[in-house]
């Protein structure tokens, strides 16, 4: 997909994300300010001061839409999302007729994401992700990586909606923190590891890693409505959105084929059920999918695209019969 080196776009890979033995290692985010409430971090919540660059295709993003969206604070955070599939530069932000949702970036002007990470380090040296985090005020990226994003947008403009759910409540962060750390690894980057996998060996450990904790899923909300506690959490929001792209690109494009999600009765209920929260639907496209991950020519040399997207997230649910 590209990185810049030294401030510099080049096609090419982060030598550090193989392992010797062939696994994909993801780089660490490089960007981690923090906003609070009452401005101590020098980044102070407030409405119209921030804007997320995002793309509908990648999982990662999708957690900060899903958290933009139940959190109400569509009208305090702007948004410009790319067109999907992947350009010469990277995630690129243009209007294009196809994809009327892929808003372009009316902020900064911004054809390519890159160029938000010169403008805050002209020499920056190594990869360029969404979803980014940009203060309008400072005129640079507050922050790239999605977990600590999502932790700020549950807590840091409370204040100022007045909506006090908490995704990341204390006497269940134990919990949240624990599965959070499994599903991340064998799960959200699990599919990851079996997609870019340089070895036999290194894919077959992502793989029975992967669904060893998918079978672990399916039984534990066999017992239980969500992840941790009676509740939607944190926990629920990392994981639908590697659920939701799971059919339509993980299963066939990564190599994750033992089964699909929608041959795992609870989880594609309860898969169905978080889509169905409420703002949610409108971050979900899955045809974005398939566009994305075939156009990913290390996986997908010749480039073709399926015309299909096999899934249908609008069915009922049955989550009703296990008590919230």
Request: glycine share 6%.
């Amino acid at each position: 997909m590209g990185v810049l080196i030294d401030g510099k776009w080049t096609d090419g890979e982060l030598p550090q994300e193989t392992s010797s033995t062939g696994q994909f290692k993801r780089a660490d985010s490089s960007f981690r300010d923090r906003i609070t409430a009452d401005g101590s971090s020098g980044f102070k919540a407030e409405p119209g001061r921030y804007h997320l660059y995002t793309t509908f295709g990648c999982p990662w993003a999708h957690r900060t839409l899903i958290y933009r969206a139940v959190k109400k604070l569509e009208g305090l955070i702007s948004v410009c999302h790319s067109v999907p599939g992947l350009r010469t530069q990277g995630w690129t932000f243009e209007a294009d007729a196809r994809y009327p949702d892929c808003i372009p970036d009316t902020v900064n002007g911004f054809r390519y994401m890159h160029e938000a990470y010169t403008a805050t380090n002209p020499t920056y040296t190594g990869k360029v992700t969404v979803p980014t985090l940009w203060d309008k005020k400072t005129k640079r990226i507050v922050n790239n990586e999605s977990s600590e994003i999502i932790r700020i947008l549950n807590t840091e403009f409370n204040a100022i909606t007045g909506d006090r759910t908490d995704y990341y409540p204390t006497a269940l962060r134990a919990e949240i923190d624990a599965v959070n750390e499994r599903v991340y690894h064998n799960v959200n980057n699990g599919v990851y590891r079996c997609g870019f996998a340089k070895s036999q060996a290194a894919y077959e450990e992502a793989y029975d890693g992967l669904f060893e904790t998918l079978d672990w899923l399916e039984q534990r909300l066999s017992k239980q409505r969500y992840l941790v506690g009676n509740q939607i959490t944190e926990a629920d929001w990392r994981l639908y959105p590697t659920l939701v792209r799971f059919d339509v690109a993980y299963f066939s494009i990564f190599k994750c084929n033992r089964q699909r999600i929608a041959d795992y009765p609870n989880l594609s209920n309860y898969m169905r059920e978080l889509y169905q929260v409420p703002g949610v639907a409108e971050t979900t496209k899955p045809r974005y999918y398939v566009i994305n991950y075939y156009s990913i020519p290390k996986v997908n040399p010749t480039g073709i695209v399926p015309k299909g997207t096999p899934v249908d997230l609008g069915q009922p649910h049955d989550r009703a019969r296990i008590a919230a």
